[in-house]
């Protein structure tokens, strides 16, 4: 349903670039893939510093400048030597990859081409983050605490800049959830276990949902590391509250395209009730780690590693229904458990 609330006026400062922050609202809800987008939203150095510290780079370190250049170059190599896709010369020979942002949200061939290169930059640097989470001194749990302290510390911002929050959650998933939740389902592997970490957010209204989403979009997860098809939106009508803001209003139509509809039925969990509500996304957080790989890191692996998050929310009314009746969390873990004892009895119901 559309919102009542101004956004923009009630977070004055938050959103120096309206198009991109709406631009990664829709990408949290849908689970669509950064891969298949066409343009960013970046519209200056300013805006694409900040981009860059969300992603564990500060553009003025040297060491974190000569990473970005190193991804350059490796993107550079892939698409020269595997692709034979060739990108021109203004792209090229960028030296400021912050430029580079800029640019992948103009016109033109040179527009085409850096985002061809920077979607190339941000599969190599997940990679090479994910290899080096396993070489790390320390073990996952100090990890996941980071994580914490940066969405706990966005919380708070939330609550002073004006955004109502009703409650707030961390939790970590026991051994024996896990045990329970890859017994129970046909599909899951270890790996795939996206809520070892999780967050839950409720808002007193569901116009601060969209306030909720925008801050955390800003301050904690880039949105090019959402999962793809893991997002759930009972919620949020994003196409009715565009159209009904005049200011959201006028972003609607500079919204790119996206390819094809989002796979809704991937984030579906059986054992919810059929009126259980609620927004739920996955995303692989960035996690600097400069000080556990010292002042000469390889620059295969960078000083950034990733770790998936798991993000619910929804609004204070929608969690009282969300605890009654079938939906009540309790029944949820009987049915839960129940397809468990039945698949290993050899029983099973679906």
Aim: with cysteine; aromatic share 8%; glycine share 6%.
């Amino acid at each position: 349903m559309p919102f009542s609330s101004d956004i923009f006026s009630s977070l004055t400062g938050l959103l120096p670039a309206g198009l991109q922050d709406v631009e990664a609202v829709r990408i949290l809800l849908r689970g669509d893939s950064v891969i298949d987008w066409q343009r960013l939203a970046i519209r200056d150095a300013q805006h694409a510093d900040a981009f860059l510290k969300l992603q564990g780079f500060t553009s003025s370190d040297p060491l974190d400048a000569a990473r970005l250049l190193w991804l350059r170059d490796e993107a550079l190599a892939y698409l020269d030597t595997h692709l034979k896709l060739w990108v021109g010369p203004e792209v090229r020979g960028l030296r400021d990859l912050r430029e580079l942002l800029v640019m992948a949200s103009g016109d033109g061939q040179r527009q085409r081409d850096a985002c061809v290169l920077l979607k190339v930059m941000h599969v190599i640097h997940h990679a090479a983050g994910r290899e080096l989470l396993y070489q790390l001194p320390v073990p996952v749990n100090e990890l996941f605490r980071r994580i914490e302290q940066r969405v706990f510390a966005a919380v708070d911002d939330m609550k002073r800049a004006g955004v109502a929050i009703a409650g707030f959650a961390a939790s970590r998933k026991t051994p024996e959830s896990v045990f329970t939740k890859l017994l129970a389902r046909r599909d899951s592997l270890a790996a795939e276990v996206h809520d070892r970490l999780r967050f839950r957010i409720v808002t007193r209204t569901l116009d601060d949902l969209f306030q909720a989403l925008l801050c955390l979009t800003r301050w904690v997860l880039p949105f090019n590391y959402v999962l793809p098809g893991e997002s759930r939106n009972d919620l949020i009508d994003l196409e009715g509250t565009l159209a009904a803001d005049p200011r959201l209003r006028e972003l609607r139509a500079l919204l790119q395209p996206v390819a094809g509809e989002a796979d809704a039925a991937a984030r579906v969990n059986w054992f919810s009730a059929a009126g259980f509500r609620i927004i739920n996304f996955v995303a692989d957080i960035p996690v600097p780690v400069a000080d556990l790989v010292g002042q000469q890191p390889d620059p295969r692996h960078g000083r950034v590693v990733f770790l998936l998050a798991e993000f619910q929310l929804l609004d204070a009314a929608t969690e009282a229904a969300n605890e009654t009746g079938d939906n009540r969390h309790a029944l949820y873990k009987q049915r839960q458990v129940a397809q468990v004892i039945d698949r290993l009895n050899g029983a099973s119901r679906g």
